[in-house]
């Protein structure tokens, strides 16, 4: 799922000093799993804002309101009136969401009240780590699972830099594993530790986001 | 030969080799340079020009690389996956070329969080497996990594790291095994304070033939003091300073007295790396302690350097 991070609520605020009526929409897909914009992120915001703004905009009135898929227009529709009323519309999304919403309401002003930190799972209560970088061509066939693009600091394709030590990633020792700790421990529990001698070539990044903005048109389903 | 550069001479005329690590300074001021070279001459066969190292933006090192080739000193190019992608890195390696230089050293790179600019994008398009191919392909096939003829020559003894005293243990040799058969002629390894593990590395590689295929250089590290071993203990990953060394560099005291017995260790390491099956040469990394190379080959009876046809 995508993960994110409510920003600074200073950096929030700083943008609605002149706000008159704003509606703050939460999503109920992936961001109210990690606890980010869900329903309940929505209230704590509102009322977060509400102290911070009451000695420079006292008079600001805040909507809430949450959606159960803000990246989809016919999720947002129920919103049309709200936003019709509201000066600034403040955007509990990921960066998806936040959008969507833009380009739905091409002549409303939306901010956004999150960081869209990545694709992850939760590790535990109240944890969440990277996963996938979405670079367009999967290679986790060849590394045990675990990806190599993701979840090396270097994105290193033929083995571990001089930088692991007692597995974990020099990057950042406490919290991040090294990658390839975790492929050679994999590939040596699934009998593929063979696949460690081959050298991988040069990887084709033009699936990622380097070969510019990505779009996927299904044919059979297009009307 | 593949590229005749003075290093490959060395080694393949089977002398010990001797390189030295010269880091540029943070801006263009050639008085260091001069000095650092002056430091250098005579003293080692071939100078190892560091890219950016740590991160810290520096004098580039093709720069610096062709000012040594202009002076007749032998440079090893360092360059590190981190700062270009694989169209800069082979500009760069063309310019490098047409400037005289003739050793390279394909490095992946230390993170940018460790230097000046930690907000930087990395790249790393490429690693340092691929471009060490990637080099051997423009040598020996004259082809870019494109696949387009390359105009001209490319003549370049091409050289890796190896570090082993990273984890996991047992990638350390297939990683060597993987930049030989990359097309790598020559490795420097990271500094050896762990004796034992270094050892047991090079059992490693010998057991499976490697040192035949490649010239291996011991990479050595003068301390100044007690304080910096333990200072690479707690922070570099991947390099280890045994207590019984620690303790001997804190016996010896501070400052002189403590610089003159992380000299003594570093040219008794050469000395026991010498004797190890597979080690062909050292690679003295004297990080801003250019001074210390000197008195280190010395002591360690590797001066004066030999003269190669």
């Known amino acids: 799922m995508i993960v994110a991070k409510r920003k600074p609520l200073a950096e929030i605020a700083a943008n609605l000093q002149k706000v008159n009526k704003l509606l703050i929409v939460g999503c109920n897909t992936c961001v109210a799993v990690c606890l980010a914009g869900g329903e309940k992120e929505v209230a704590v915001l509102a009322s977060a804002l509400r102290l911070a703004l009451r000695q420079t905009n006292p008079t600001i009135q805040i909507t809430q309101r949450c959606v159960e898929r803000q990246c989809e227009e016919e999720f947002n529709e129920v919103l049309t009136e709200d936003v019709a009323a509201c000066d600034v519309v403040l955007s509990m999304a990921c960066g998806v969401g936040v959008q969507t919403m833009a380009e739905q309401f091409p002549d409303k002003i939306v901010y956004p009240a999150l960081n869209t930190s990545f694709m992850g799972r939760p590790l535990e209560r109240g944890v969440w780590s990277e996963r996938c970088a979405g670079c367009g061509n999967c290679v986790l066939d060849k590394f045990g699972g675990v990806c190599p693009i993701a979840r090396c600091s270097k994105n290193l394709l033929n083995g571990p830099c001089g930088g692991s030590a007692n597995g974990k990633c020099e990057v950042d020792p406490e919290n991040i594993d090294c990658a390839w700790q975790l492929i050679y421990d994999r590939l040596k529990r699934i009998g593929q530790l063979d696949r460690l001698l081959e050298i991988e070539p040069p990887k084709d990044w033009s699936t990622s986001r380097h070969g510019g903005p990505r779009k996927i048109v299904r044919e059979d389903m297009v009307l | ?309």
């Open chain 2, 1 to 309: 030969m593949k590229s005749g550069s003075k290093l490959e001479r060395i080694l393949a005329s089977g002398h010990f080799a001797v390189t030295a690590e010269l880091g540029p300074p943070k801006g263009p001021n050639l008085e260091v340079v001069e000095r650092k070279m002056q430091l250098l001459t005579g003293v080692c066969d071939a100078i190892n020009v560091t890219d950016n190292q740590t991160a810290i933006v520096r004098l580039s090192s093709v720069a610096t690389c062709a000012i040594l080739a202009q002076r007749g000193l032998e440079p090893v190019m360092q360059m590190t996956c981190r700062d270009r992608n694989r169209l800069a890195i082979q500009a760069d390696v063309f310019g490098a070329v047409a400037l005289g230089v003739r050793n390279l050293l394909c490095l992946t790179g230390d993170h940018q969080c460790f230097g000046n600019h930690p907000t930087a994008k990395n790249v790393y398009d490429l690693d340092s497996i691929q471009l060490i191919r990637m080099i051997a392909r423009m040598r020996d096939e004259g082809r870019t990594e494109g696949g387009e003829e390359v105009d001209g020559a490319v003549p370049l003894f091409i050289g890796g790291a190896a570090n082993p005293f990273g984890d996991p243990f047992e990638m350390r040799v297939i990683r060597l095994a993987k930049k030989v058969a990359a097309g790598v002629d020559f490795i420097q390894t990271q500094c050896i304070f762990d004796m034992a593990r270094f050892k047991e590395w090079m059992k490693r590689v010998v057991d499976q033939g490697l040192h035949e295929k490649v010239y291996i250089l011991a990479g050595i590290m003068p301390l100044k003091s007690a304080g910096a071993a333990r200072y690479i203990n707690s922070n570099v990953a991947g390099i280890y300073v045994p207590e019984p060394l620690v303790k001997r560099m804190a016996a010896a005291g501070r400052g002189k007295a403590a610089q003159a017995e992380g000299m003594k260790l570093a040219a008794e390491t050469i000395q026991e790396v010498r004797e190890i099956e597979g080690v062909r040469g050292v690679h003295i990394m004297a990080v801003e302690w250019e001074e210390a190379i000197r008195p280190i080959v010395e002591m360690a009876g590797l001066l004066p350097r030999p003269v190669v046809e």
